[in-house]
């Protein structure tokens, strides 16, 4: 076996994903992102703990939130932040992501904040990067910050009292296929103790059953089943999942109208089987097929409490990997 | 002046898989041709040594001697992408790896479809390694008209392939498989249902779900298959000498399909390469554990640092510990005849990227034998097993005549110290391309000497 040098410490320089951090690890975060909301809230609106220090985010697919979500972050712990334009770039002209981050190095930054539509970029870019790589979204795969900002608006809306989920009944919605958020907050909420419910269309949860079952050794569990009335029973929280068109087979859906018939989130469907239950999205919505307007925008909806937690939660992640990354150089 | 060999070599495990002898014994050449093998333990002994699997016991002598191994499914990129490989440093990887005999595959650009291209394949300096050609079953490898076989035979086509693709056309496949009969060679299939595999990255299952990787269904393997011995069971009872070869079968399924279609009677083969036996998709996410060395369950899934090496996409993917198990067995029970590399080099910038975009393939040349051996040290497979597979199996398909290490006959083997170890790098590795997942990996087996036909073509 090849042994590289201190493994777990060079990896702590990246997110890269929320595979492997148990509860401490996330408690952590959770108490950092606690911090990072006060620094917002006082009259400096932030800190210089990043000062001089260079964030790009490198986005290979489309974002509104989690970019602007970064950036925010970034600036307001001092960084000087880049937004590197892919389409106007030179990955037009074919430049590979190697010689990319190469060239975001090269050019002082000591943070990446990397969205690709492949599976595994980051892990591929962090290994050509001297910096920290953070990954905002890989394809199908993860969405380490996602499920972080997720499990802290649900830790302090129905955690005990160390935030811990432990006896609370999270439903997942929708296109579990496609999914990096519910791969990734699959991670997180089973660490925190939670029992996660899956469900959605039989073409769109292909393997979850064994996927869900393979939590297996975490504080929590997770199961896939068969219909929303059962993943819906007596739920402390439901996320529904953004049906991502542009992802999408033919064949893998009927129509949009079959789809929130059977799998969306009204507010009838809510009251009969989760009166109490509050609702995520990690957004963009499909208003009216996923999740209907009146419960994305009713008294039990999360979604701009997700959107807001967003920041201290990034801000969280920039501050932890730098200091990291300090640590060890 | 001469450059062949005289030497005795004194006191080794010798594993002769043609004669089927396997003990102690010293074998002598002269002149490149062997003169004399003296089993320390008489002929009887050797035979009963082979039957018990050939495995070398507490104090037998760790460095072996065996046939020069032959590889029926390699890709040297000759003509085409000399930047991945081209004949002389593919000649010189497999002789490397201890190979004497390799069989290159028409995939090339353009492929071999045509005499001057198939001998294009095959031209340069080799290294004294003997290379064979296998050519394309269709033009252009389009899969919409067979090529001009009997012509391709007797330029020195050894089998013909579309090897890369499957034959979709169901006729066209037909008129390939008898037209190989005609022309007394068999048709080498690879064996996948592109409507079912299109976009796929990792195998379907557990690993590919985890880490969010597109699913190549093993479904799209035992399809093919299935569909392939469906025309093979009408094409016999018109054209009985056809013979069907399916390369690198990777799932259990589609190798109890092809036992149970070898059962009754067809005349198909098959072979499985170094990767599916020794390694599964949980390499994707990091792990670094031999197939057998991972329980049904016991899978690391968390991805390490080492996750998505572009090295570990493969076409068929890497699968579970059961169908690595499953390949592993088929080559016990002899369902499959032989271990093909497929050695497919790939030069960085075709490989040194995103998971899923990376090129299909990795090298292995270099490190089957050590692979098998692996396994064979495991206790997985019997060094009889392992031989088999790697000479006379490969050999039976191919219509490669073999004399094995038999008084009189040109010296051809492969002399490895069994229990020396040793990492394939860029220093150590001899072909052009080094795309392979086992990069700095301890390996069990260090080749000493590569001799064919009385001729050293690799010395340690």
Redesign the interface.
């Known amino acids: 076996?090849?042994t590289?040098a201190a493994?777990t410490e060079?990896?702590r320089r990246h997110l890269?994903?929320v595979?492997?951090l148990d509860w401490r690890s996330l408690q952590k975060l959770l108490a950092s992102a606690g911090e990072m909301q006060q620094l917002l809230d006082s009259p400096a609106g932030g800190s210089d703990a990043l000062r001089g220090v260079g964030v790009t985010t490198l986005f290979y697919e489309p974002s509104t939130r989690t970019r602007i979500s970064f950036e925010t972050a970034a600036a307001a712990l001092g960084a000087r932040v880049t937004t590197f334009n892919v389409a106007t770039s030179s990955v037009g002209k074919g430049e590979?992501?190697?010689d990319t981050v190469r060239t975001l190095e090269a050019l002082r930054n000591q943070v990446i904040v990397l969205r690709?539509e492949?599976?595994?970029?980051p892990?591929?870019a962090?290994?050509h990067f001297g910096g920290s790589m953070v990954n905002a979204g890989?394809?199908?795969?993860?969405h380490p910050t996602q499920a972080l900002l997720d499990l802290s608006v649900l830790s302090r809306r129905l955690g005990d009292s160390d935030g811990s989920l432990a006896g609370r009944r999270i439903a997942i919605v929708g296109d579990l296929l496609h999914s990096?958020v519910v791969?990734s907050n699959l991670h997180t909420l089973t660490a925190a103790g939670a029992t996660v419910l899956l469900t959605g269309p039989a073409s769109l949860t292909?393997?979850?059953a064994?996927?869900a079952a393979?939590f297996r050794d975490t504080p929590g569990s997770a199961q896939l089943v068969g219909s929303i009335d059962e993943a819906l029973s007596d739920a402390d929280a439901v996320m529904a999942l953004r049906i991502q068109r542009e992802r999408l087979t033919p064949g893998e859906l009927d129509s949009l109208e079959a789809y929130r018939a059977a799998w969306g989130l009204t507010e009838s469907r809510l009251a009969a089987l989760a009166p109490r239950a509050l609702v995520l999205h990690p957004g963009p919505m499909n208003e009216g097929v996923e999740i209907d307007p009146d419960v994305a925008d009713g008294p039990r909806s999360l979604v701009l409490e997700q959107v807001r937690a967003g920041v201290p939660m990034r801000m969280a992640v920039l501050a932890q990997v730098v200091s990291e990354a300090r640590a060890h150089d | 002046m001469t450059d062949l060999l005289t030497m005795n070599l004194a006191d080794h495990w010798v594993v002769d898989s043609v004669a089927e002898l396997a003990g102690v014994a010293s074998v002598s050449i002269v002149e490149g041709q062997i003169v004399s093998v003296t089993w320390r333990d008489g002929a009887d002994a050797a035979r009963a040594r082979w039957a018990a699997g050939a495995n070398p016991g507490a104090g037998d002598p760790t460095v072996a001697l065996l046939p020069a191994l032959i590889d029926l499914h390699a890709h040297f990129r000759q003509p085409g992408s000399n930047a991945s490989e081209e004949v002389e440093t593919g000649a010189r990887a497999a002789a490397h790896g201890g190979y004497g005999t390799v069989a290159l595959m028409p995939n090339t650009e353009p492929a071999a479809d045509n005499v001057e291209t198939l001998r294009a394949t095959i031209a340069g300096e080799r290294h004294g390694v003997r290379l064979l050609s296998i050519a394309a079953a269709t033009v252009g490898r389009a899969g919409a008209q067979v090529t001009d076989v009997a012509a391709l035979v007797a330029a020195g086509a050894v089998a013909i392939s579309d090897d890369g693709s499957p034959i979709g056309d169901r006729g066209v496949f037909r008129a390939a498989l008898l037209a190989a009969a005609a022309a007394g060679i068999p048709l080498i299939e690879h064996c996948e249902e592109p409507t079912l595999t299109a976009g796929g990255?990792a195998a379907?299952?557990?690993v590919?779900?985890?880490?969010?990787?597109?699913?190549w269904p093993a479904a799209g393997e035992l399809r093919a298959v299935e569909s392939a011995i469906t025309v093979l069971r009408d094409v016999v009872t018109s054209a009985p000498t056809a013979r069907l070869h399916l390369t690198h079968l990777s799932t259990a399924a589609a190798l109890a399909t092809v036992r149970a279609a070898q059962g009754a009677g067809l005349p198909l083969s098959c072979d499985v390469t170094p990767h599916h036996i020794a390694l599964t998709d949980g390499w994707i996410a990091g792990d670094?554990r031999w197939a057998w060395e991972v329980a049904p369950g016991d899978?690391r899934?968390?991805?390490?640092?080492?996750?998505?090496d572009?090295n570990l996409r493969v076409c068929p993917p890497l699968r579970g510990t059961g169908d690595a198990a499953a390949c592993r067995a088929a080559l016990r029970d002899g369902t499959a005849l032989a271990i093909g590399t497929d050695h497919a080099p790939h030069s960085r910038e075709k490989k040194?990227?995103?998971?899923?975009?990376a090129a299909n393939g990795i090298v292995g040349i270099e490190t089957s034998l050590s692979l098998a051996l692996a396994a064979h040290h495991a206790g997985e497979l019997s060094l009889a097993t392992v031989v088999s597979s790697l000479t006379t199996g490969p050999a039976r398909l191919l219509g490669v005549l073999q004399e094995g290490l038999a008084q009189g006959a040109a010296a051809s083997f492969v002399q490895i110290d069994l229990a020396a170890s040793w990492r394939p790098s860029r220093e150590t590795l001899r072909g052009r391309s080094i795309n392979t997942p086992l990069?700095?990996?301890?390996l069990p087996g260090v080749v000493q000497m590569t001799v064919l036909e009385g001729r050293p073509v690799y010395q340690g």
């Open positions: 076996m090849v590289h493994p060079e990896r890269l994903d595979a492997g590979s992501l190697i690709h492949r599976a595994g970029a892990w591929l962090a290994r890989d394809g199908w795969h993860a990096r791969r292909t393997g979850f064994e996927h393979s | 990255e379907d299952g557990l590919a779900s985890r880490l969010g990787l597109r699913p670094r899978e899934l968390n991805p390490t640092g080492d996750a998505f572009s040194e990227m995103e998971f899923g975009l990069l700095g990996r301890e």
